[in-house]
T-cell receptor, first 113, second 115 residues
């Protein structure tokens, strides 16, 4: 079974804090993604990575950065958390073949107060 | 650019009734299409996928979807709803070319099943 593990299920952080969300996969997948999910808006892509140390902006990268130092780990960083970043964050992985599905972690529900 | 439209943000059916969740896509090349389900406070789980083989795709939990190129649709159906089907459903498309392997998701349809 594919396993995509997000470090926290629930997080509460204060405005202005630097926040790290970690995602680890055990499937040796090349592609990894960070989405945020908000009611009525579906899933929106923040950043993705197709190789170690490679990253590309998704649709809503503002206020976020990412790091991929190892193939199995993809981190999302909120440099200075704001209340409008309160959301559900989902990590996903995908093999290199274009017709393969993405596998998702359980999600991290982040609240910024 | 690829896009997905899910018609109806909320669908309510009675237990035992037909489930029909609508998805239309836009893609400049033959697409790969996916349906995912999300139960409360969980990640997304793949229901089924279309990858240019058979146009009628069967998935888990009795769901199936039909790819109709002329209608640019990939609607999800289940003949008889069960209480356990209550969840949010997402349609997704991938162009599959170059850096476009990433999935673009619709906004989701919340399915409610009434006893």
């Amino acid at each position: 079974d594919v396993k995509v593990t997000q470090s926290s299920r629930y997080l509460v952080k204060r405005t202005g804090e630097k926040v790290f969300l970690e995602c680890v996969q055990d499937m040796d997948h090349e592609n990894m993604f960070w989405y945020r999910q908000d009611p009525g808006l579906g899933l929106r892509l923040i950043y993705f990575s197709y190789d170690v140390k490679m990253k590309e902006k998704g649709d809503i990268p503002e206020g976020y950065s990412v790091s991929r130092e190892k193939k199995e780990r993809f981190s999302l960083i909120l440099e200075s958390a704001s209340t409008n970043q309160t959301s559900m964050y989902l990590c996903a992985t995908q093999g290199a073949s274009t017709n393969t599905e993405a596998f998702f972690g359980q999600g991290t529900r982040l609240t910024v107060v | 650019a690829q896009s997905v439209t899910q018609l109806g943000s909320h669908v309510s059916v009675s237990e035992g009734a037909l489930v029909l969740l609508r998805c239309n896509y836009s893609s400049s090349v033959p697409p790969y299409l996916f349906w995912y389900v999300q139960y409360p406070n969980q990640g997304l789980q793949l229901l089924l996928k279309y990858t240019s083989a058979a146009t009628l795709v069967k998935g888990i939990n009795g769901f199936e979807a039909e790819f109709k190129k002329s209608e640019t649709s990939f609607h999800l159906t289940k003949p008889s709803a069960h209480m356990s089907d209550a969840a949010e459903y997402f349609c997704a498309v991938s162009d599959g070319g170059g850096s476009n392997y990433k999935l673009t998701f619709g906004k989701g349809t919340l399915l409610t099943v009434n006893p």
